[in-house]
Structures are given as structure tokens and as C-alpha cells.
């Protein structure tokens, strides 16, 4: 399935008017099966288009179709993290990812769609329905990030993403997109509703690495509005060198996924010295990674009163029932799951026994990437454990929670990972996964060059 490159996009713009393009993929976004998109930035976006026309739109991304997940801050235009609690929250400001693209004339054709709050590997927790795969209809495009969907789709040139579990780079592979997971504190949160703040960062997906770099380089950097923003900028370096990469034995998947990634293993092994790599602590990080996680959104999401902003019931009649009462309403199962364990981890008796011991497992994860890395200048990995699952198969949430095995260790060391696309099985997309060691993007994205070259 070809896709639209800033590349192919650019030499359209040379012969065709912005303003004709953008009306065109609106078009073909709202005849589209595949519910990429919560809210269309359509008026707005065919502005810029004709300020482009007109030589008034300047920047390394200018004329460019952008999708931003809907958990990602956008001034005036309408931001529900997916959920019915948001339905009609529009911002009053932008995130620093998005003051970053406009800055650099991207064209914003809308909010993509998600899981609610960010809080699931399938997108179908969305109040606004599931993305569909557009290799399968039947089948999920991944979660929570549905941007790759409208990569895929033609729907967009580049989409920003978040990644608290791998929400970046489990869509990137059930859709066949590249998807980077920065290390923690590359970009700037300011603007992303938070889930869970220790393992979020946002990201960059797009349809080769080229363009996932020049996206990159766009939004990582300095902004004094996050404390936990390293101030670095990024710039990509391009070398050649010899790497030595671990594969690591407890990241693995079923036979045909497996089949597949040993496959581009071999090939890899021409130019680079390929070897394996224990990570004993993996056997908890699943584990520890939700009590953090669920423990960090039941704080976070407290703030959702229907007071303050949100949805809002019309009598109040006692403060308690009313709290309950919207919250009841307004968020969706998996949410309300995931605040009530969270709460319960964290509570009187409760907290010493399952979060503080999921600290202690978060440091052994850390401490286990970091002799790997004193061996090793990059480790591999399936991105995902199965193929994209059809739509309602994983009815079981321990099963959806089970199948981010391979990514969330990454979130809890805060390194940085992206998801390469290597072949189909049965039709359908299967992605590397690709780990480095702090603010060492660059030899990822090297790497990644190399493979999308080597397989064409």
C-alpha cells in the first residue's frame, strides 16, 4: 500500500494549489471506513492551505497534512482524550509539539482517534468507536495512538502520537508504520492530558524514517513549562558504522511473527554483529508497569469533577452523588477499571506491598538495560507479540493487557525505542522493535535507514 511521503506530498504542491489537495483528503477522510479521526480541523486547515497558496505559510513542514492525537492540546479545536467526560472541551492553548509544527507551517487536518485516555492496545475503548486497519477492516489498527491508521490510509502525510505503553509503536506495527518512542524528557509534555506522567512521551509516526526525522527534529527541545524536559534539541547525524545488536530473549512472539523477525535478523547480520541478551527482571515488568501506571491515572483523572470543565449533569443535588454520578457516566469501562485498581494499589495497607515494590521492580528494569547496554549498542526485538487481532477478540482485559509485554519495559527505563516495519504475514504488518540508550535516537534512526533499504 503506497503512502503519502513529504517527499511525494511536496512534488504535488509544485503543480497543484495546497488549498485543492487539503479539500481533497477531507473528502476522502470523511467517505473513509476506517474512523481514523474524533474532530476534523477542516476550516481552519483550508485557511493555511491558501496562505500557503499564497507564499504566507514558511517552515521545514509547510503545506504538510498532520494528524495530533486527541490527548494532545489544540487551541480551539476540540480535545476529548476519546472520552465522553471531554466531549466538549476545546483548549484554550497549544501544546508545545503543536506551537512547534504551526511554527514550521504544518497543516493540522484534525484529532486522531484513540483509546480512552490513552488506556488500551486496540483503540476500541474510544467513546468514538474503533480505528479500523486498513489492511483488514475487521481488523484493529492498534492503540491507543490511531494516527497510524491515517498514515496508512493516505489521510495524512505525518501524525504525532503518545507512548505510555507502547501506543506509539504497537499501532506503527499492526499498521506497517514507523513509530518512535523518544527517550523520556526529549519532548516536551506540556499539553499532553496526562495518564500516567513518569512513562508518557510523545512521538513522531510516519510512513518512512525520513520523515519521521524531520518530524522529530521538529518537536524535541527545550521548554521550561515541563520539569521533566531534558532542554535538548535533536539533529540527525547520518553514520555508518558497525553496531553490535542484542536480541533479547524474553521479547519474543508467536511462530509466524518470529519466523518473520529472525528472517530480517539474518540479513542484519551481514553488515552487524548480532548476539542475544538476557533481561532476568522482564518476568515483573508487565506487572510493575500497571501498578505504576493505574496508580499514577487514578491520580491523575481525579481531576474530572464535571465542575471545572467537561461533562456536566444538570441538578446537583448532594456533591457526592454528583461526583459519582459523572464520573459513572462519563468515563468507559476500561477507565474506571484502571482508577479503581490504581487507587486501591495506592491506599492504606495496600501501597508498600504493590507500588513501592513496583518502584523497586522499575529499578531492577533499569538496572538490567544497563548492563545490556555496556554490551551492546542497540537491542531488538518482535514490537508485538501476535498479528493485529480482529475487532472484539480480545474481549479479556488481562489478555489486552498481556499483549504490550514487549514495550512497556521500555517506558519504565524511560529509553528511547522505535518500531520498524519489516514484511506481512498473512497479509498483514509486522514491526521490529528497536531499543537505544538515552538521547542515542540517532543511532536507532540510523539502523532503521538501513533496514528500510535493505528491505526495500
Known amino acids: ?83 465522553k467526560i471531554l466531549y466538549n472541551y476545546i483548549p484554550p492553548f497549544d501544546a508545545h509539539v503543536v506551537e512547534r509544527i504551526k511554527e514550521e507551517g504544518a497543516i493540522i487536518v484534525g484529532k486522531t482517534n484513540m483509546d480512552e485516555f490513552a488506556m488500551g492496545t486496540t483503540t476500541e475503548t474510544s467513546y468514538f468507536g474503533v480505528v479500523r486497519n486498513p489492511y483488514d477492516l475487521n481488523r484493529v489498527a492498534g492503540g491507543s495512538s490511531g ?51 513518569s512513562l508518557e512521551q510523545i512521538g513522531p509516526m510516519a510512513s518512512c524514517v525520513e520523515d519521521l526525522i524531520a518530524l522529530f527534529e ?36 508467536d511462530d509466524k511473527v518470529m519466523d518473520k523477525f529472525y528472517e530480517v535478523v539474518e540479513q542484519v547480520k551481514s553488515k552487524h554483529h548480532v548476539g542475544e541478551v538476557e533481561m532476568p527482571s522482564f518476568k515483573y515488568a508487565l506487572a510493575a508497569y500497571y501498578i505504576i501506571a493505574m496508580s499514577e491515572a487514578s491520580s491523575n483523572l481525579a481531576r474530572y469533577d464535571g465542575v471545572r470543565y467537561g461533562y456536566a449533569l444538570d441538578k446537583l443535588d448532594s456533591w457526592n452523588r454528583y461526583f459519582s454520578k459523572v464520573r459513572a457516566e462519563g ?45 551492546f549498542d542497540l537491542l531488538i526485538s518482535p514490537t508485538m507479540p501476535a498479528l493485529p487481532f480482529k475487532i472484539g477478540e480480545l474481549a479479556d482485559p488481562l489478555t489486552m493487557y498481556k499483549m504490550d509485554v514487549n514495550t512497556v519495559p521500555i517506558n519504565l527505563a524511560g529509553l528511547p525505542a522505535l518500531s520498524i516495519p519489516i514484511g506481512f504475514v498473512k497479509g498483514l504488518p509486522v514491526g521490529m522493535q528497536v531499543i537505544g540508550n538515552y538521547f542515542d535516537e540517532n543511532t536507532i534512526l540510523n539502523f532503521a535507514l538501513e533496514v528500510e533499504q535493505l528491505l526495500n
Open 1 to 83: 500500500m503506497e503512502m503519502l511521503t513529504i517527499k511525494s506530498w511536496k512534488e504535488r504542491l509544485e503543480s497543484e494549489k495546497a488549498y485543492d489537495l487539503i479539500s481533497e483528503l477531507f473528502e476522502k477522510i470523511e467517505k473513509s471506513k476506517l474512523n481514523a479521526y474524533i474532530t476534523l480541523n477542516k476550516e481552519d486547515a483550508l485557511k493555511k492551505a491558501e496562505d500557503f497558496d499564497r507564499g504566507k505559510l514558511k517552515g521545514r513542514l509547510a503545506g504538510i497534512p498532520i494528524g495530533v492525537k486527541d490527548c494532545i492540546t489544540t487551541k480551539n479545536l476540540r480535545t476529548t482524550c476519546a472520552s
Open 147 to 197: 494516527g497510524s491508521g491515517a498514515v496508512v490510509g493516505r489521510e495524512a502525510v505525518l501524525a504525532l502520537g503518545s507512548d505510555t505503553g507502547g501506543s506509539i509503536r504497537c499501532p506503527a506495527s499492526f499498521c506497517g508504520v514507523f513509530g518512535l518512542k523518544p527517550t523520556y524528557g526529549f519532548v516536551s509534555r506540556y499539553g499532553l492530558i496526562p495518564y500516567a506522567n
Open 218 to 253: 521538529v518537536i524535541a527541545g527545550k521548554d521550561n513549562r515541563d520539569s521533566t524536559n531534558a532542554g535538548k534539541e535533536f539533529k540527525f547525524e547520518r553514520k555508518d558504522r558497525k553496531l553490535r545488536i542484542g536480541i533479547v530473549k524474553e521479547m519474543t512472539a
Open 331 to 375: 468515563f468507559g469501562k476500561e477507565v474506571k477499571r484502571r482508577i479503581m485498581l490504581g487507587s486501591y494499589a495506592l491506599s492504606a495497607g495496600y501501597y508498600g506491598k504493590y507500588y513501592l515494590k513496583a518502584l523497586k521492580v522499575r529499578t531492577l528494569v533499569k538496572n538490567d538495560f544497563a548492563r545490556a547496554f555496556n554490551e
